[in-house]
């Protein structure tokens, strides 16, 4: 018997056939059928889908054999990974003198005929073979040997989607714990930001209690701004918390509250915005949505309508509709308008339209994205329609 020889690359064989996290895997049926086929084209009783390991070959799918692995030395499929043909075709193994004292041609299973095709990825390096096996000599057909090759690829096939699944696996994993740490770090900063807020409430209140028969009726209307943003900007900031530790269950929360109350939410945060004019218009009297989520993505829309709109006064009109199974929302704006070659790049991530915004401020590209991405965890689609100098509409659907 003369044992099989290593690939010169064997370490960057076993290093791709550790890749693929298919060793000791249990039994699958989509392996299972190819052998079933194999066998029954070649007329076989053994059909196997062999791995070399370091010092064995492991069968991910056996047909005809009850074993689960043997020695690498012994194997036949050890011979053909060496093999620079497409494949190695023994008709008798008794009159081979790499074969013909093997135990596994001496013994049981008695090999004889052994038609062996290598599974190669796609740098050429032979993780095993598709093989059939006799304990008789035969020849195989021209057919049968192509038959076999096709079903080979299909087992390379069948690896190759498995390895895919374990990386997009490991991204969403790794996808995942990045989201914990920053609805975490959301959470943390929230939760930081409120105590400073409190205690410019807290001051303000105080100085207004003091001196409101000292001001003028203008000042006592900015301290009362002051303490109505802070009131607002407060529960949002619990809003977020909430938001930062129960994603999952938010995502599919849903309050029933009065447009007015929608209404109100939004205006508090442009009530001292001199120059934005914003309108709504609805014909609905309530609203049964994600109030959180929603008002985020509204606001949104909003800012970036007002941020680069080059006209005095930004007209910002939002508008609300329902059919049976979604609401619709629409933001038109005034702006300088969107060409068409950018109404879907502008929902990629870092995809900026313009450096600065009219306050000189410097985007991150992200808002966008993050509204399209919140959008469809709703259930819905979202569309920009515009022509440069005409405005722009951005239209967004929720699931009711």
Same mark, same amino acid.
């Given at each position: 018997?003369?044992?099989?020889?290593k690939?010169?690359?064997?370490?960057?064989?076993?290093?791709?056939?550790?890749?693929?996290? #298919?060793?000791?895997?249990?039994?699958?049926?989509?392996?299972? =059928?190819?052998?079933?086929?194999?066998?029954?084209?070649?007329?076989?009783?053994?059909?196997?889908?062999?791995?070399? $390991?370091?010092?064995? +070959?492991?069968?991910?799918?056996?047909?005809?054999?009850?074993?689960?692995?043997?020695?690498?030395?012994?194997?036949?499929?050890?011979?053909?990974?060496?093999?620079? +043909?497409?494949?190695?075709?023994?008709?008798?193994?008794?009159?081979?003198?790499?074969?013909?004292?093997?135990?596994?041609?001496?013994?049981a299973?008695?090999?004889v005929?052994? =038609? =062996?095709?290598?599974?190669?990825?796609?740098? =050429?390096?032979?993780?095993?073979?598709?093989?059939?096996?006799?304990?008789?000599?035969?020849?195989l057909?021209?057919? +049968?040997?192509?038959?076999?090759?096709?079903?080979?690829? +299909?087992?390379?096939?069948?690896? /190759?989607?498995?390895?895919?699944?374990?990386?997009?696996?490991?991204?969403?994993?790794?996808?995942?714990?990045?989201?914990?740490?920053?609805? !975490?770090?959301?959470?943390?900063? *929230?939760?930081?930001?409120?105590?400073?807020?409190?205690?410019?409430?807290?001051?303000?209140? #105080?100085?207004?209690?003091?001196?409101?028969?000292k001001l003028? !009726?203008?000042?006592?209307?900015?301290?009362?701004?002051?303490?109505?943003? /802070?009131?607002?900007?407060?529960?949002?900031?619990?809003?977020?918390?909430?938001?930062?530790?129960?994603?999952?269950?938010?995502?599919?929360?849903?309050?029933?509250?009065?447009?007015?109350?929608?209404?109100?939410?939004?205006?508090?945060?442009?009530?001292?915005? *001199?120059?934005?004019?914003?309108?709504?218009?609805?014909?609905?009297?309530?609203?049964?949505?994600?109030?959180?989520?929603?008002?985020?993505?509204?606001?949104?829309?909003?800012?970036?309508?007002?941020?680069?709109?080059?006209?005095?006064? *930004? !007209?910002? $009109?939002?508008?609300?509709? %329902?059919?049976?199974?979604?609401?619709?929302?629409?933001?038109?704006?005034?702006?300088?308008?969107?060409?068409?070659?950018f109404?879907?790049?502008?929902?990629?991530?870092?995809?900026?339209?313009?450096? !600065?915004?009219k306050?000189?401020?410097?985007?991150?590209?992200?808002?966008?994205?993050?509204?399209?991405?919140?959008? /469809?965890?709703?259930?819905?689609?979202? %569309?920009?329609?515009?022509?440069?100098?005409?405005?722009?509409?951005?239209?967004?659907? #929720?699931?009711?």
């Amino acid at each position: 018997m003369i044992a099989p020889t290593k690939p010169t690359n064997e370490a960057e064989r076993l290093a791709a056939l550790e890749s693929y996290n #298919i060793l000791d895997s249990l039994p699958e049926e989509d392996y299972d =059928g190819i052998t079933r086929i194999a066998a029954q084209i070649c007329d076989v009783p053994i059909a196997l889908i062999s791995l070399i $390991d370091k010092d064995r +070959q492991w069968f991910k799918s056996r047909h005809g054999l009850d074993v689960t692995e043997a020695p690498r030395e012994i194997s036949f499929c050890g011979h053909a990974i060496s093999e620079e +043909q497409n494949a190695l075709m023994i008709e008798d193994a008794r009159k081979d003198e790499r074969f013909f004292d093997n135990p596994l041609v001496v013994n049981a299973p008695n090999v004889v005929f052994y =038609g =062996g095709v290598p599974l190669k990825t796609d740098n =050429g390096l032979p993780l095993g073979t598709l093989c059939v096996i006799d304990s008789k000599p035969r020849v195989l057909s021209d057919g +049968q040997k192509n038959a076999l090759d096709a079903l080979s690829r +299909q087992v390379i096939n069948l690896l /190759t989607l498995r390895k895919r699944n374990v990386e997009l696996n490991d991204l969403v994993g790794k996808l995942e714990d990045k989201n914990v740490d920053l609805e !975490q770090f959301a959470y943390v900063a *929230a939760h930081d930001i409120k105590s400073p807020l409190s205690n410019i409430a807290s001051l303000a209140d #105080i100085f207004l209690a003091e001196n409101r028969n000292k001001l003028e !009726q203008d000042g006592v209307h900015l301290i009362e701004l002051i303490l109505k943003s /802070t009131e607002h900007l407060y529960k949002f900031l619990d809003r977020l918390m909430e938001y930062s530790t129960k994603i999952d269950q938010l995502e599919n929360s849903k309050e029933d509250l009065s447009f007015a109350e929608f209404k109100d939410s939004i205006d508090v945060y442009y009530s001292s915005n *001199a120059t934005l004019e914003l309108t709504f218009i609805t014909a609905l009297e309530r609203l049964r949505i994600n109030h959180i989520i929603v008002s985020q993505i509204l606001t949104n829309l909003i800012n970036n309508a007002e941020k680069y709109n080059d006209k005095a006064i *930004a !007209q910002v $009109d939002v508008a609300i509709s %329902e059919t049976p199974t979604h609401y619709k929302f629409s933001v038109s704006d005034n702006g300088p308008g969107i060409r068409a070659d950018f109404h879907e790049k502008i929902f990629n991530i870092f995809v900026k339209l313009s450096k !600065q915004d009219k306050h000189g401020v410097e985007g991150s590209g992200l808002g966008l994205a993050i509204v399209k991405k919140l959008v /469809t965890r709703l259930g819905g689609d979202i %569309e920009v329609k515009s022509k440069p100098n005409e405005g722009a509409v951005f239209s967004f659907t #929720i699931l009711k």
